[in-house]
């Protein structure tokens, strides 16, 4: 799989964990595979070197799926309970208190929209941006923006298929492939565009800005801690790290959050740790017990209450000391 970046191998065996675990049928699979390399002869090599059998590949000459209905939950979140939603932290749409909007701004020549989630009142306050996963803006996601509002900061979401029409509107299948399609330089750099609009909002305490992200958004989030060093503190949960020669570059502090049984990821924690300890960055890497992948998505069934809580409190004591 040399051929293929970082994130490309990365969705792509966390696919195939997905899979063997019985989570995800061998049909999406392969959709999500061949959507990402973009071939069926591609997808088949890709599948064969993360461990698939001859039997469960496609032949090359299989036609490409072609992409079907939008993909289920994305969008704006409608009032109420989050669908799915598990956690005693979650924030309902139309919480008292907060204030929610769709927002645009421009990036790249193209305006991108986000979903924004603040304290009410004009008092200016810090901020966070929120890298969604590799499912696109969720309602998850969301409510996890509303979830940082209510403890104070004004939180922005960003949908990073804007310019392919958004989220919502592609096939759930695409979703992955058209992240990864994109780039990370094209990721980090609307999340650098979403820095200046926040900065420049009256209820953003100027230069108080966090960023956090989740499983793809993790990786975006280590990415933009190596490159927009006005941030002050960032918290990425359980992505791929960065180049270990970028990791003197990074100025903000530096929260990583891991799962013990997420061994694709965590197994290369010994050397990234020795990597950030020969630097002067501001950093803990964290392993959370018991645990695997995506423990913190209350909408998934990997999902850990106590573990999951326990992140969401050190992310917040983390802002809390360096935003």
């Given at each position: 799989?040399?051929?293929?970046?970082?994130?490309?191998?990365?969705?792509?065996?966390?696919?195939?964990?997905?899979?063997?675990?019985?989570?995800?049928?061998?049909?999406?699979?392969?959709?999500?595979?061949?959507?990402?390399?973009?071939?069926?002869?591609?997808?088949?090599?890709?599948?064969?070197?993360?461990?698939?059998?001859?039997?469960?590949?496609?032949?090359?000459?299989?036609?490409?799926?072609?992409?079907?209905?939008?993909?289920?939950?994305?969008?704006?979140?409608?009032?109420?309970?989050?669908?799915?939603?598990?956690?005693?932290?979650?924030?309902?749409?139309?919480?008292?208190?907060?204030?929610?909007?769709?927002?645009?701004?421009?990036?790249?020549?193209?305006?991108?929209?986000?979903?924004?989630?603040?304290?009410?009142?004009?008092?200016?306050?810090?901020?966070?941006?929120?890298?969604?996963?590799?499912?696109?803006?969720?309602?998850?996601?969301?409510?996890?923006?509303?979830?940082?509002?209510?403890?104070?900061?004004?939180?922005?979401?960003?949908?990073?298929?804007?310019?392919?029409?958004?989220?919502?509107?592609?096939?759930?299948?695409?979703?992955?492939?058209?992240?990864?399609?994109?780039?990370?330089?094209?990721?980090?750099?609307?999340?650098?565009?979403?820095?200046?609009?926040?900065?420049?909002?009256?209820?953003?305490?100027?230069?108080?800005?966090?960023?956090?992200?989740?499983?793809?958004?993790?990786?975006?989030?280590?990415q933009a801690a190596t490159e927009l060093t006005g941030l002050k503190a960032t918290s990425a949960f359980y992505g791929p790290a960065p180049d270990l020669d970028k990791l003197s570059a990074i100025r903000p502090a530096v929260l990583g959050v891991y799962a013990e049984l997420d061994d694709r990821i965590t197994g290369a924690l010994p050397a990234f740790r020795?990597?950030?300890?020969?630097?002067?960055?501001?950093?803990?890497?964290?392993?959370?017990?018991?645990?695997?992948?995506?423990?913190?998505?209350?909408?998934?069934?990997?999902?850990?209450?106590?573990?999951?809580?326990?992140?969401?409190?050190?992310?917040?004591?983390?802002?809390?000391?360096?935003?």
């Amino acid at each position: 799989m040399t051929q293929l970046g970082k994130f490309e191998k990365y969705l792509i065996e966390e696919f195939f964990d997905d899979y063997r675990a019985g989570a995800m049928s061998q049909h999406t699979f392969t959709r999500r595979v061949a959507f990402i390399t973009g071939s069926m002869a591609a997808a088949a090599g890709a599948m064969a070197l993360v461990g698939c059998t001859p039997q469960e590949l496609p032949r090359s000459t299989d036609p490409m799926p072609s992409p079907s209905s939008p993909s289920p939950g994305g969008g704006t979140a409608s009032a109420g309970a989050v669908p799915g939603a598990k956690s005693p932290l979650s924030v309902p749409e139309g919480a008292a208190g907060l204030v929610t909007a769709t927002v645009r701004f421009p990036s790249g020549g193209t305006d991108i929209s986000a979903y924004l989630a603040r304290p009410e009142g004009d008092e200016a306050g810090p901020a966070v941006l929120v890298c969604h996963e590799n499912r696109g803006l969720t309602p998850h996601i969301q409510d996890v923006a509303r979830r940082f509002a209510k403890a104070g900061y004004a939180a922005l979401a960003l949908d990073l298929l804007s310019r392919e029409g958004g989220t919502a509107s592609l096939d759930r299948d695409a979703v992955p492939g058209a992240l990864t399609k994109a780039g990370a330089s094209r990721h980090v750099a609307d999340f650098s565009a979403a820095f200046d609009y926040l900065n420049a909002q009256p209820y953003v305490d100027s230069g108080r800005i966090a960023m956090t992200g989740y499983c793809f958004g993790g990786g975006i989030t280590w990415q933009a801690a190596t490159e927009l060093t006005g941030l002050k503190a960032t918290s990425a949960f359980y992505g791929p790290a960065p180049d270990l020669d970028k990791l003197s570059a990074i100025r903000p502090a530096v929260l990583g959050v891991y799962a013990e049984l997420d061994d694709r990821i965590t197994g290369a924690l010994p050397a990234f740790r020795d990597a950030l300890a020969a630097t002067d960055v501001r950093h803990e890497l964290k392993v959370y017990p018991g645990v695997d992948h995506a423990f913190h998505n209350d909408t998934g069934e990997r999902y850990n209450e106590a573990q999951a809580t326990a992140a969401w409190n050190d992310t917040l004591a983390w802002f809390g000391k360096y935003v």
